[in-house]
């Protein structure tokens, strides 16, 4: 699941960050509204966490361009401000959730699970395909009896796959969408984190395999099955 939140407190910025990448989000943090939206037009998002009062674009004017402009990812509203008419403006800008500071971490949370179950193509705790199961809460890969539990960047990358099978990945794709669009890791930890995946999947003994498309990219695909 691929989060963007804008922020412009460095401190609750790093720590929301933290804590949503330890529950195996991948995060695109910022600072300002005009990033979040430019961000919000050109990627693909499982929820918005935008922070209201922000210098330049605040975070309501960011929800209200991005409404206009059809952009319906779930959006989770962050504000000091918590009158009853200032959760009407935000709830009638287009947000799904709002959300008062100071917030508790399992409030919040609970919130951004809860965003992300609003996505029309919603996948649920359990996404499988043919023989494979990845389980959101166990952390784990299952085929049959045979179960292996991923490290972080490789429960999203299979994650991926599996939300889009057959669909082909290119490496910057993947870069952006699990490693985050500011990650200063280099690219071969792409190729790293897919061969361990190939490992665990002979482990599991599934029939589902990664493969790659010379100069294109990565798609998970049937053994066998060959165009």
């Not at 919000?40 to 975070?59: C, K, Q, T």
Request: include cysteine.
């Amino acid at each position: 699941m691929h989060i963007l939140f804008a922020e412009d407190d460095p401190d609750l910025r790093r720590a929301v960050k933290a804590l949503l990448e330890h529950a195996m989000y991948t995060v695109d943090a910022v600072d300002n509204g005009q990033d979040a939206l430019d961000l919000a037009r050109d990627a693909h998002y499982d929820g918005l966490i935008l922070d209201w009062m922000m210098p330049g674009l605040d975070g309501i004017s960011v929800l209200r361009h991005m409404r206009r402009e059809g952009i319906g990812t779930p959006c989770l509203i962050l504000t000091a401000r918590d009158a009853v008419e200032d959760r009407v403006t935000g709830l009638d800008a287009g947000a799904d959730d709002y959300l008062p500071k100071p917030f508790s971490t399992a409030e919040l949370m609970a919130r951004v699970r809860a965003l992300v179950r609003r996505r029309e193509n919603y996948i649920g705790s359990r996404i499988t395909f043919e023989d494979l199961t990845l389980d959101r809460d166990s952390l784990e890969m299952s085929c049959g009896p045979r179960q292996v539990r991923l490290t972080n960047k490789a429960f999203q990358l299979m994650e991926l796959f599996l939300s889009s099978p057959h669909r082909v990945f290119g490496v910057n794709q993947l870069m952006d969408r699990v490693w985050g669009y500011d990650s200063e890791a280099e690219i071969n930890v792409v190729w790293v984190n897919i061969s361990q995946l190939r490992k665990r999947l002979a482990e599991v003994g599934s029939r589902v395999e990664i493969r790659v498309s010379r100069g294109v990219g990565y798609s998970l695909e049937t053994t066998g099955d060959r165009q």
